[in-house]
């Protein structure tokens, strides 16, 4: 069990792709969980992952409680354990 | 370059088509489970 099934966390990618590109990703390289589509890039506007130009996508980590509030939020690559501690066991 | 969205305010809604053929709406994963979003800038990228 990952450490994020540990702690009642399901995990998403989220990228502009589409979803027969993201089928073909996952199966590239194995992921263990989905990636979301987000062809017109209102989810990383909603959370704030959109760049200045509209278009790329700034790498963003969120954790969201089962309360539906932000429990964690840090840009680039933390650590799993960083993310995974924002939900306590 | 924005913020991040603040720690314990709502988190926006969503419903989005997963990769596994599953659309997944935001409301029925947390009736079960804590979400992790990891927002990429593209596959086949360093990011």
Same mark, same amino acid.
């Given at each position: 069990?990952?450490?994020?099934?540990?702690?009642?966390? #399901?995990?998403?990618?989220?990228?502009?792709?589409?979803?027969?590109?993201?089928?073909?990703? +996952?199966?590239? &390289?194995? &992921?263990?969980?989905? !990636? !979301?589509?987000?062809?017109?890039? *209102? !989810?990383?506007?909603?959370?704030?992952? !959109? *760049?200045?130009?509209? #278009?790329?996508?700034? #790498?963003?980590?969120?954790?969201?409680?089962?309360?539906?509030?932000?429990? &964690? *939020? #840090?840009?680039?690559?933390?650590? +799993?354990?960083?993310?995974?501690?924002?939900?306590?066991? | 370059? @924005?913020?991040?969205? =603040?720690?314990? /305010? $709502?988190? @926006? /809604?969503?419903?989005?088509?997963?990769?596994?053929?599953?659309? %997944? /709406?935001?409301?029925?994963?947390?009736?079960?489970?804590?979400?992790?979003?990891?927002? %990429? $800038?593209?596959?086949? =990228? $360093?990011?």
């Amino acid at each position: 069990m990952t450490k994020f099934e540990q702690r009642g966390i #399901r995990p998403f990618g989220v990228n502009p792709a589409d979803v027969a590109a993201h089928r073909d990703y +996952v199966a590239q &390289f194995g &992921f263990q969980f989905p !990636l !979301l589509s987000d062809p017109d890039r *209102a !989810l990383a506007r909603a959370y704030h992952a !959109l *760049a200045d130009d509209n #278009r790329g996508i700034i #790498r963003s980590v969120y954790v969201i409680g089962r309360d539906g509030t932000i429990r &964690f *939020a #840090r840009r680039g690559y933390p650590a +799993v354990d960083e993310i995974v501690g924002a939900i306590a066991t | 370059m @924005p913020d991040l969205l =603040t720690i314990g /305010a $709502p988190a @926006p /809604a969503f419903v989005a088509a997963g990769s596994d053929g599953v659309t %997944y /709406a935001s409301t029925a994963l947390l009736e079960r489970s804590h979400v992790a979003l990891v927002f %990429y $800038p593209g596959n086949n =990228t $360093p990011g």
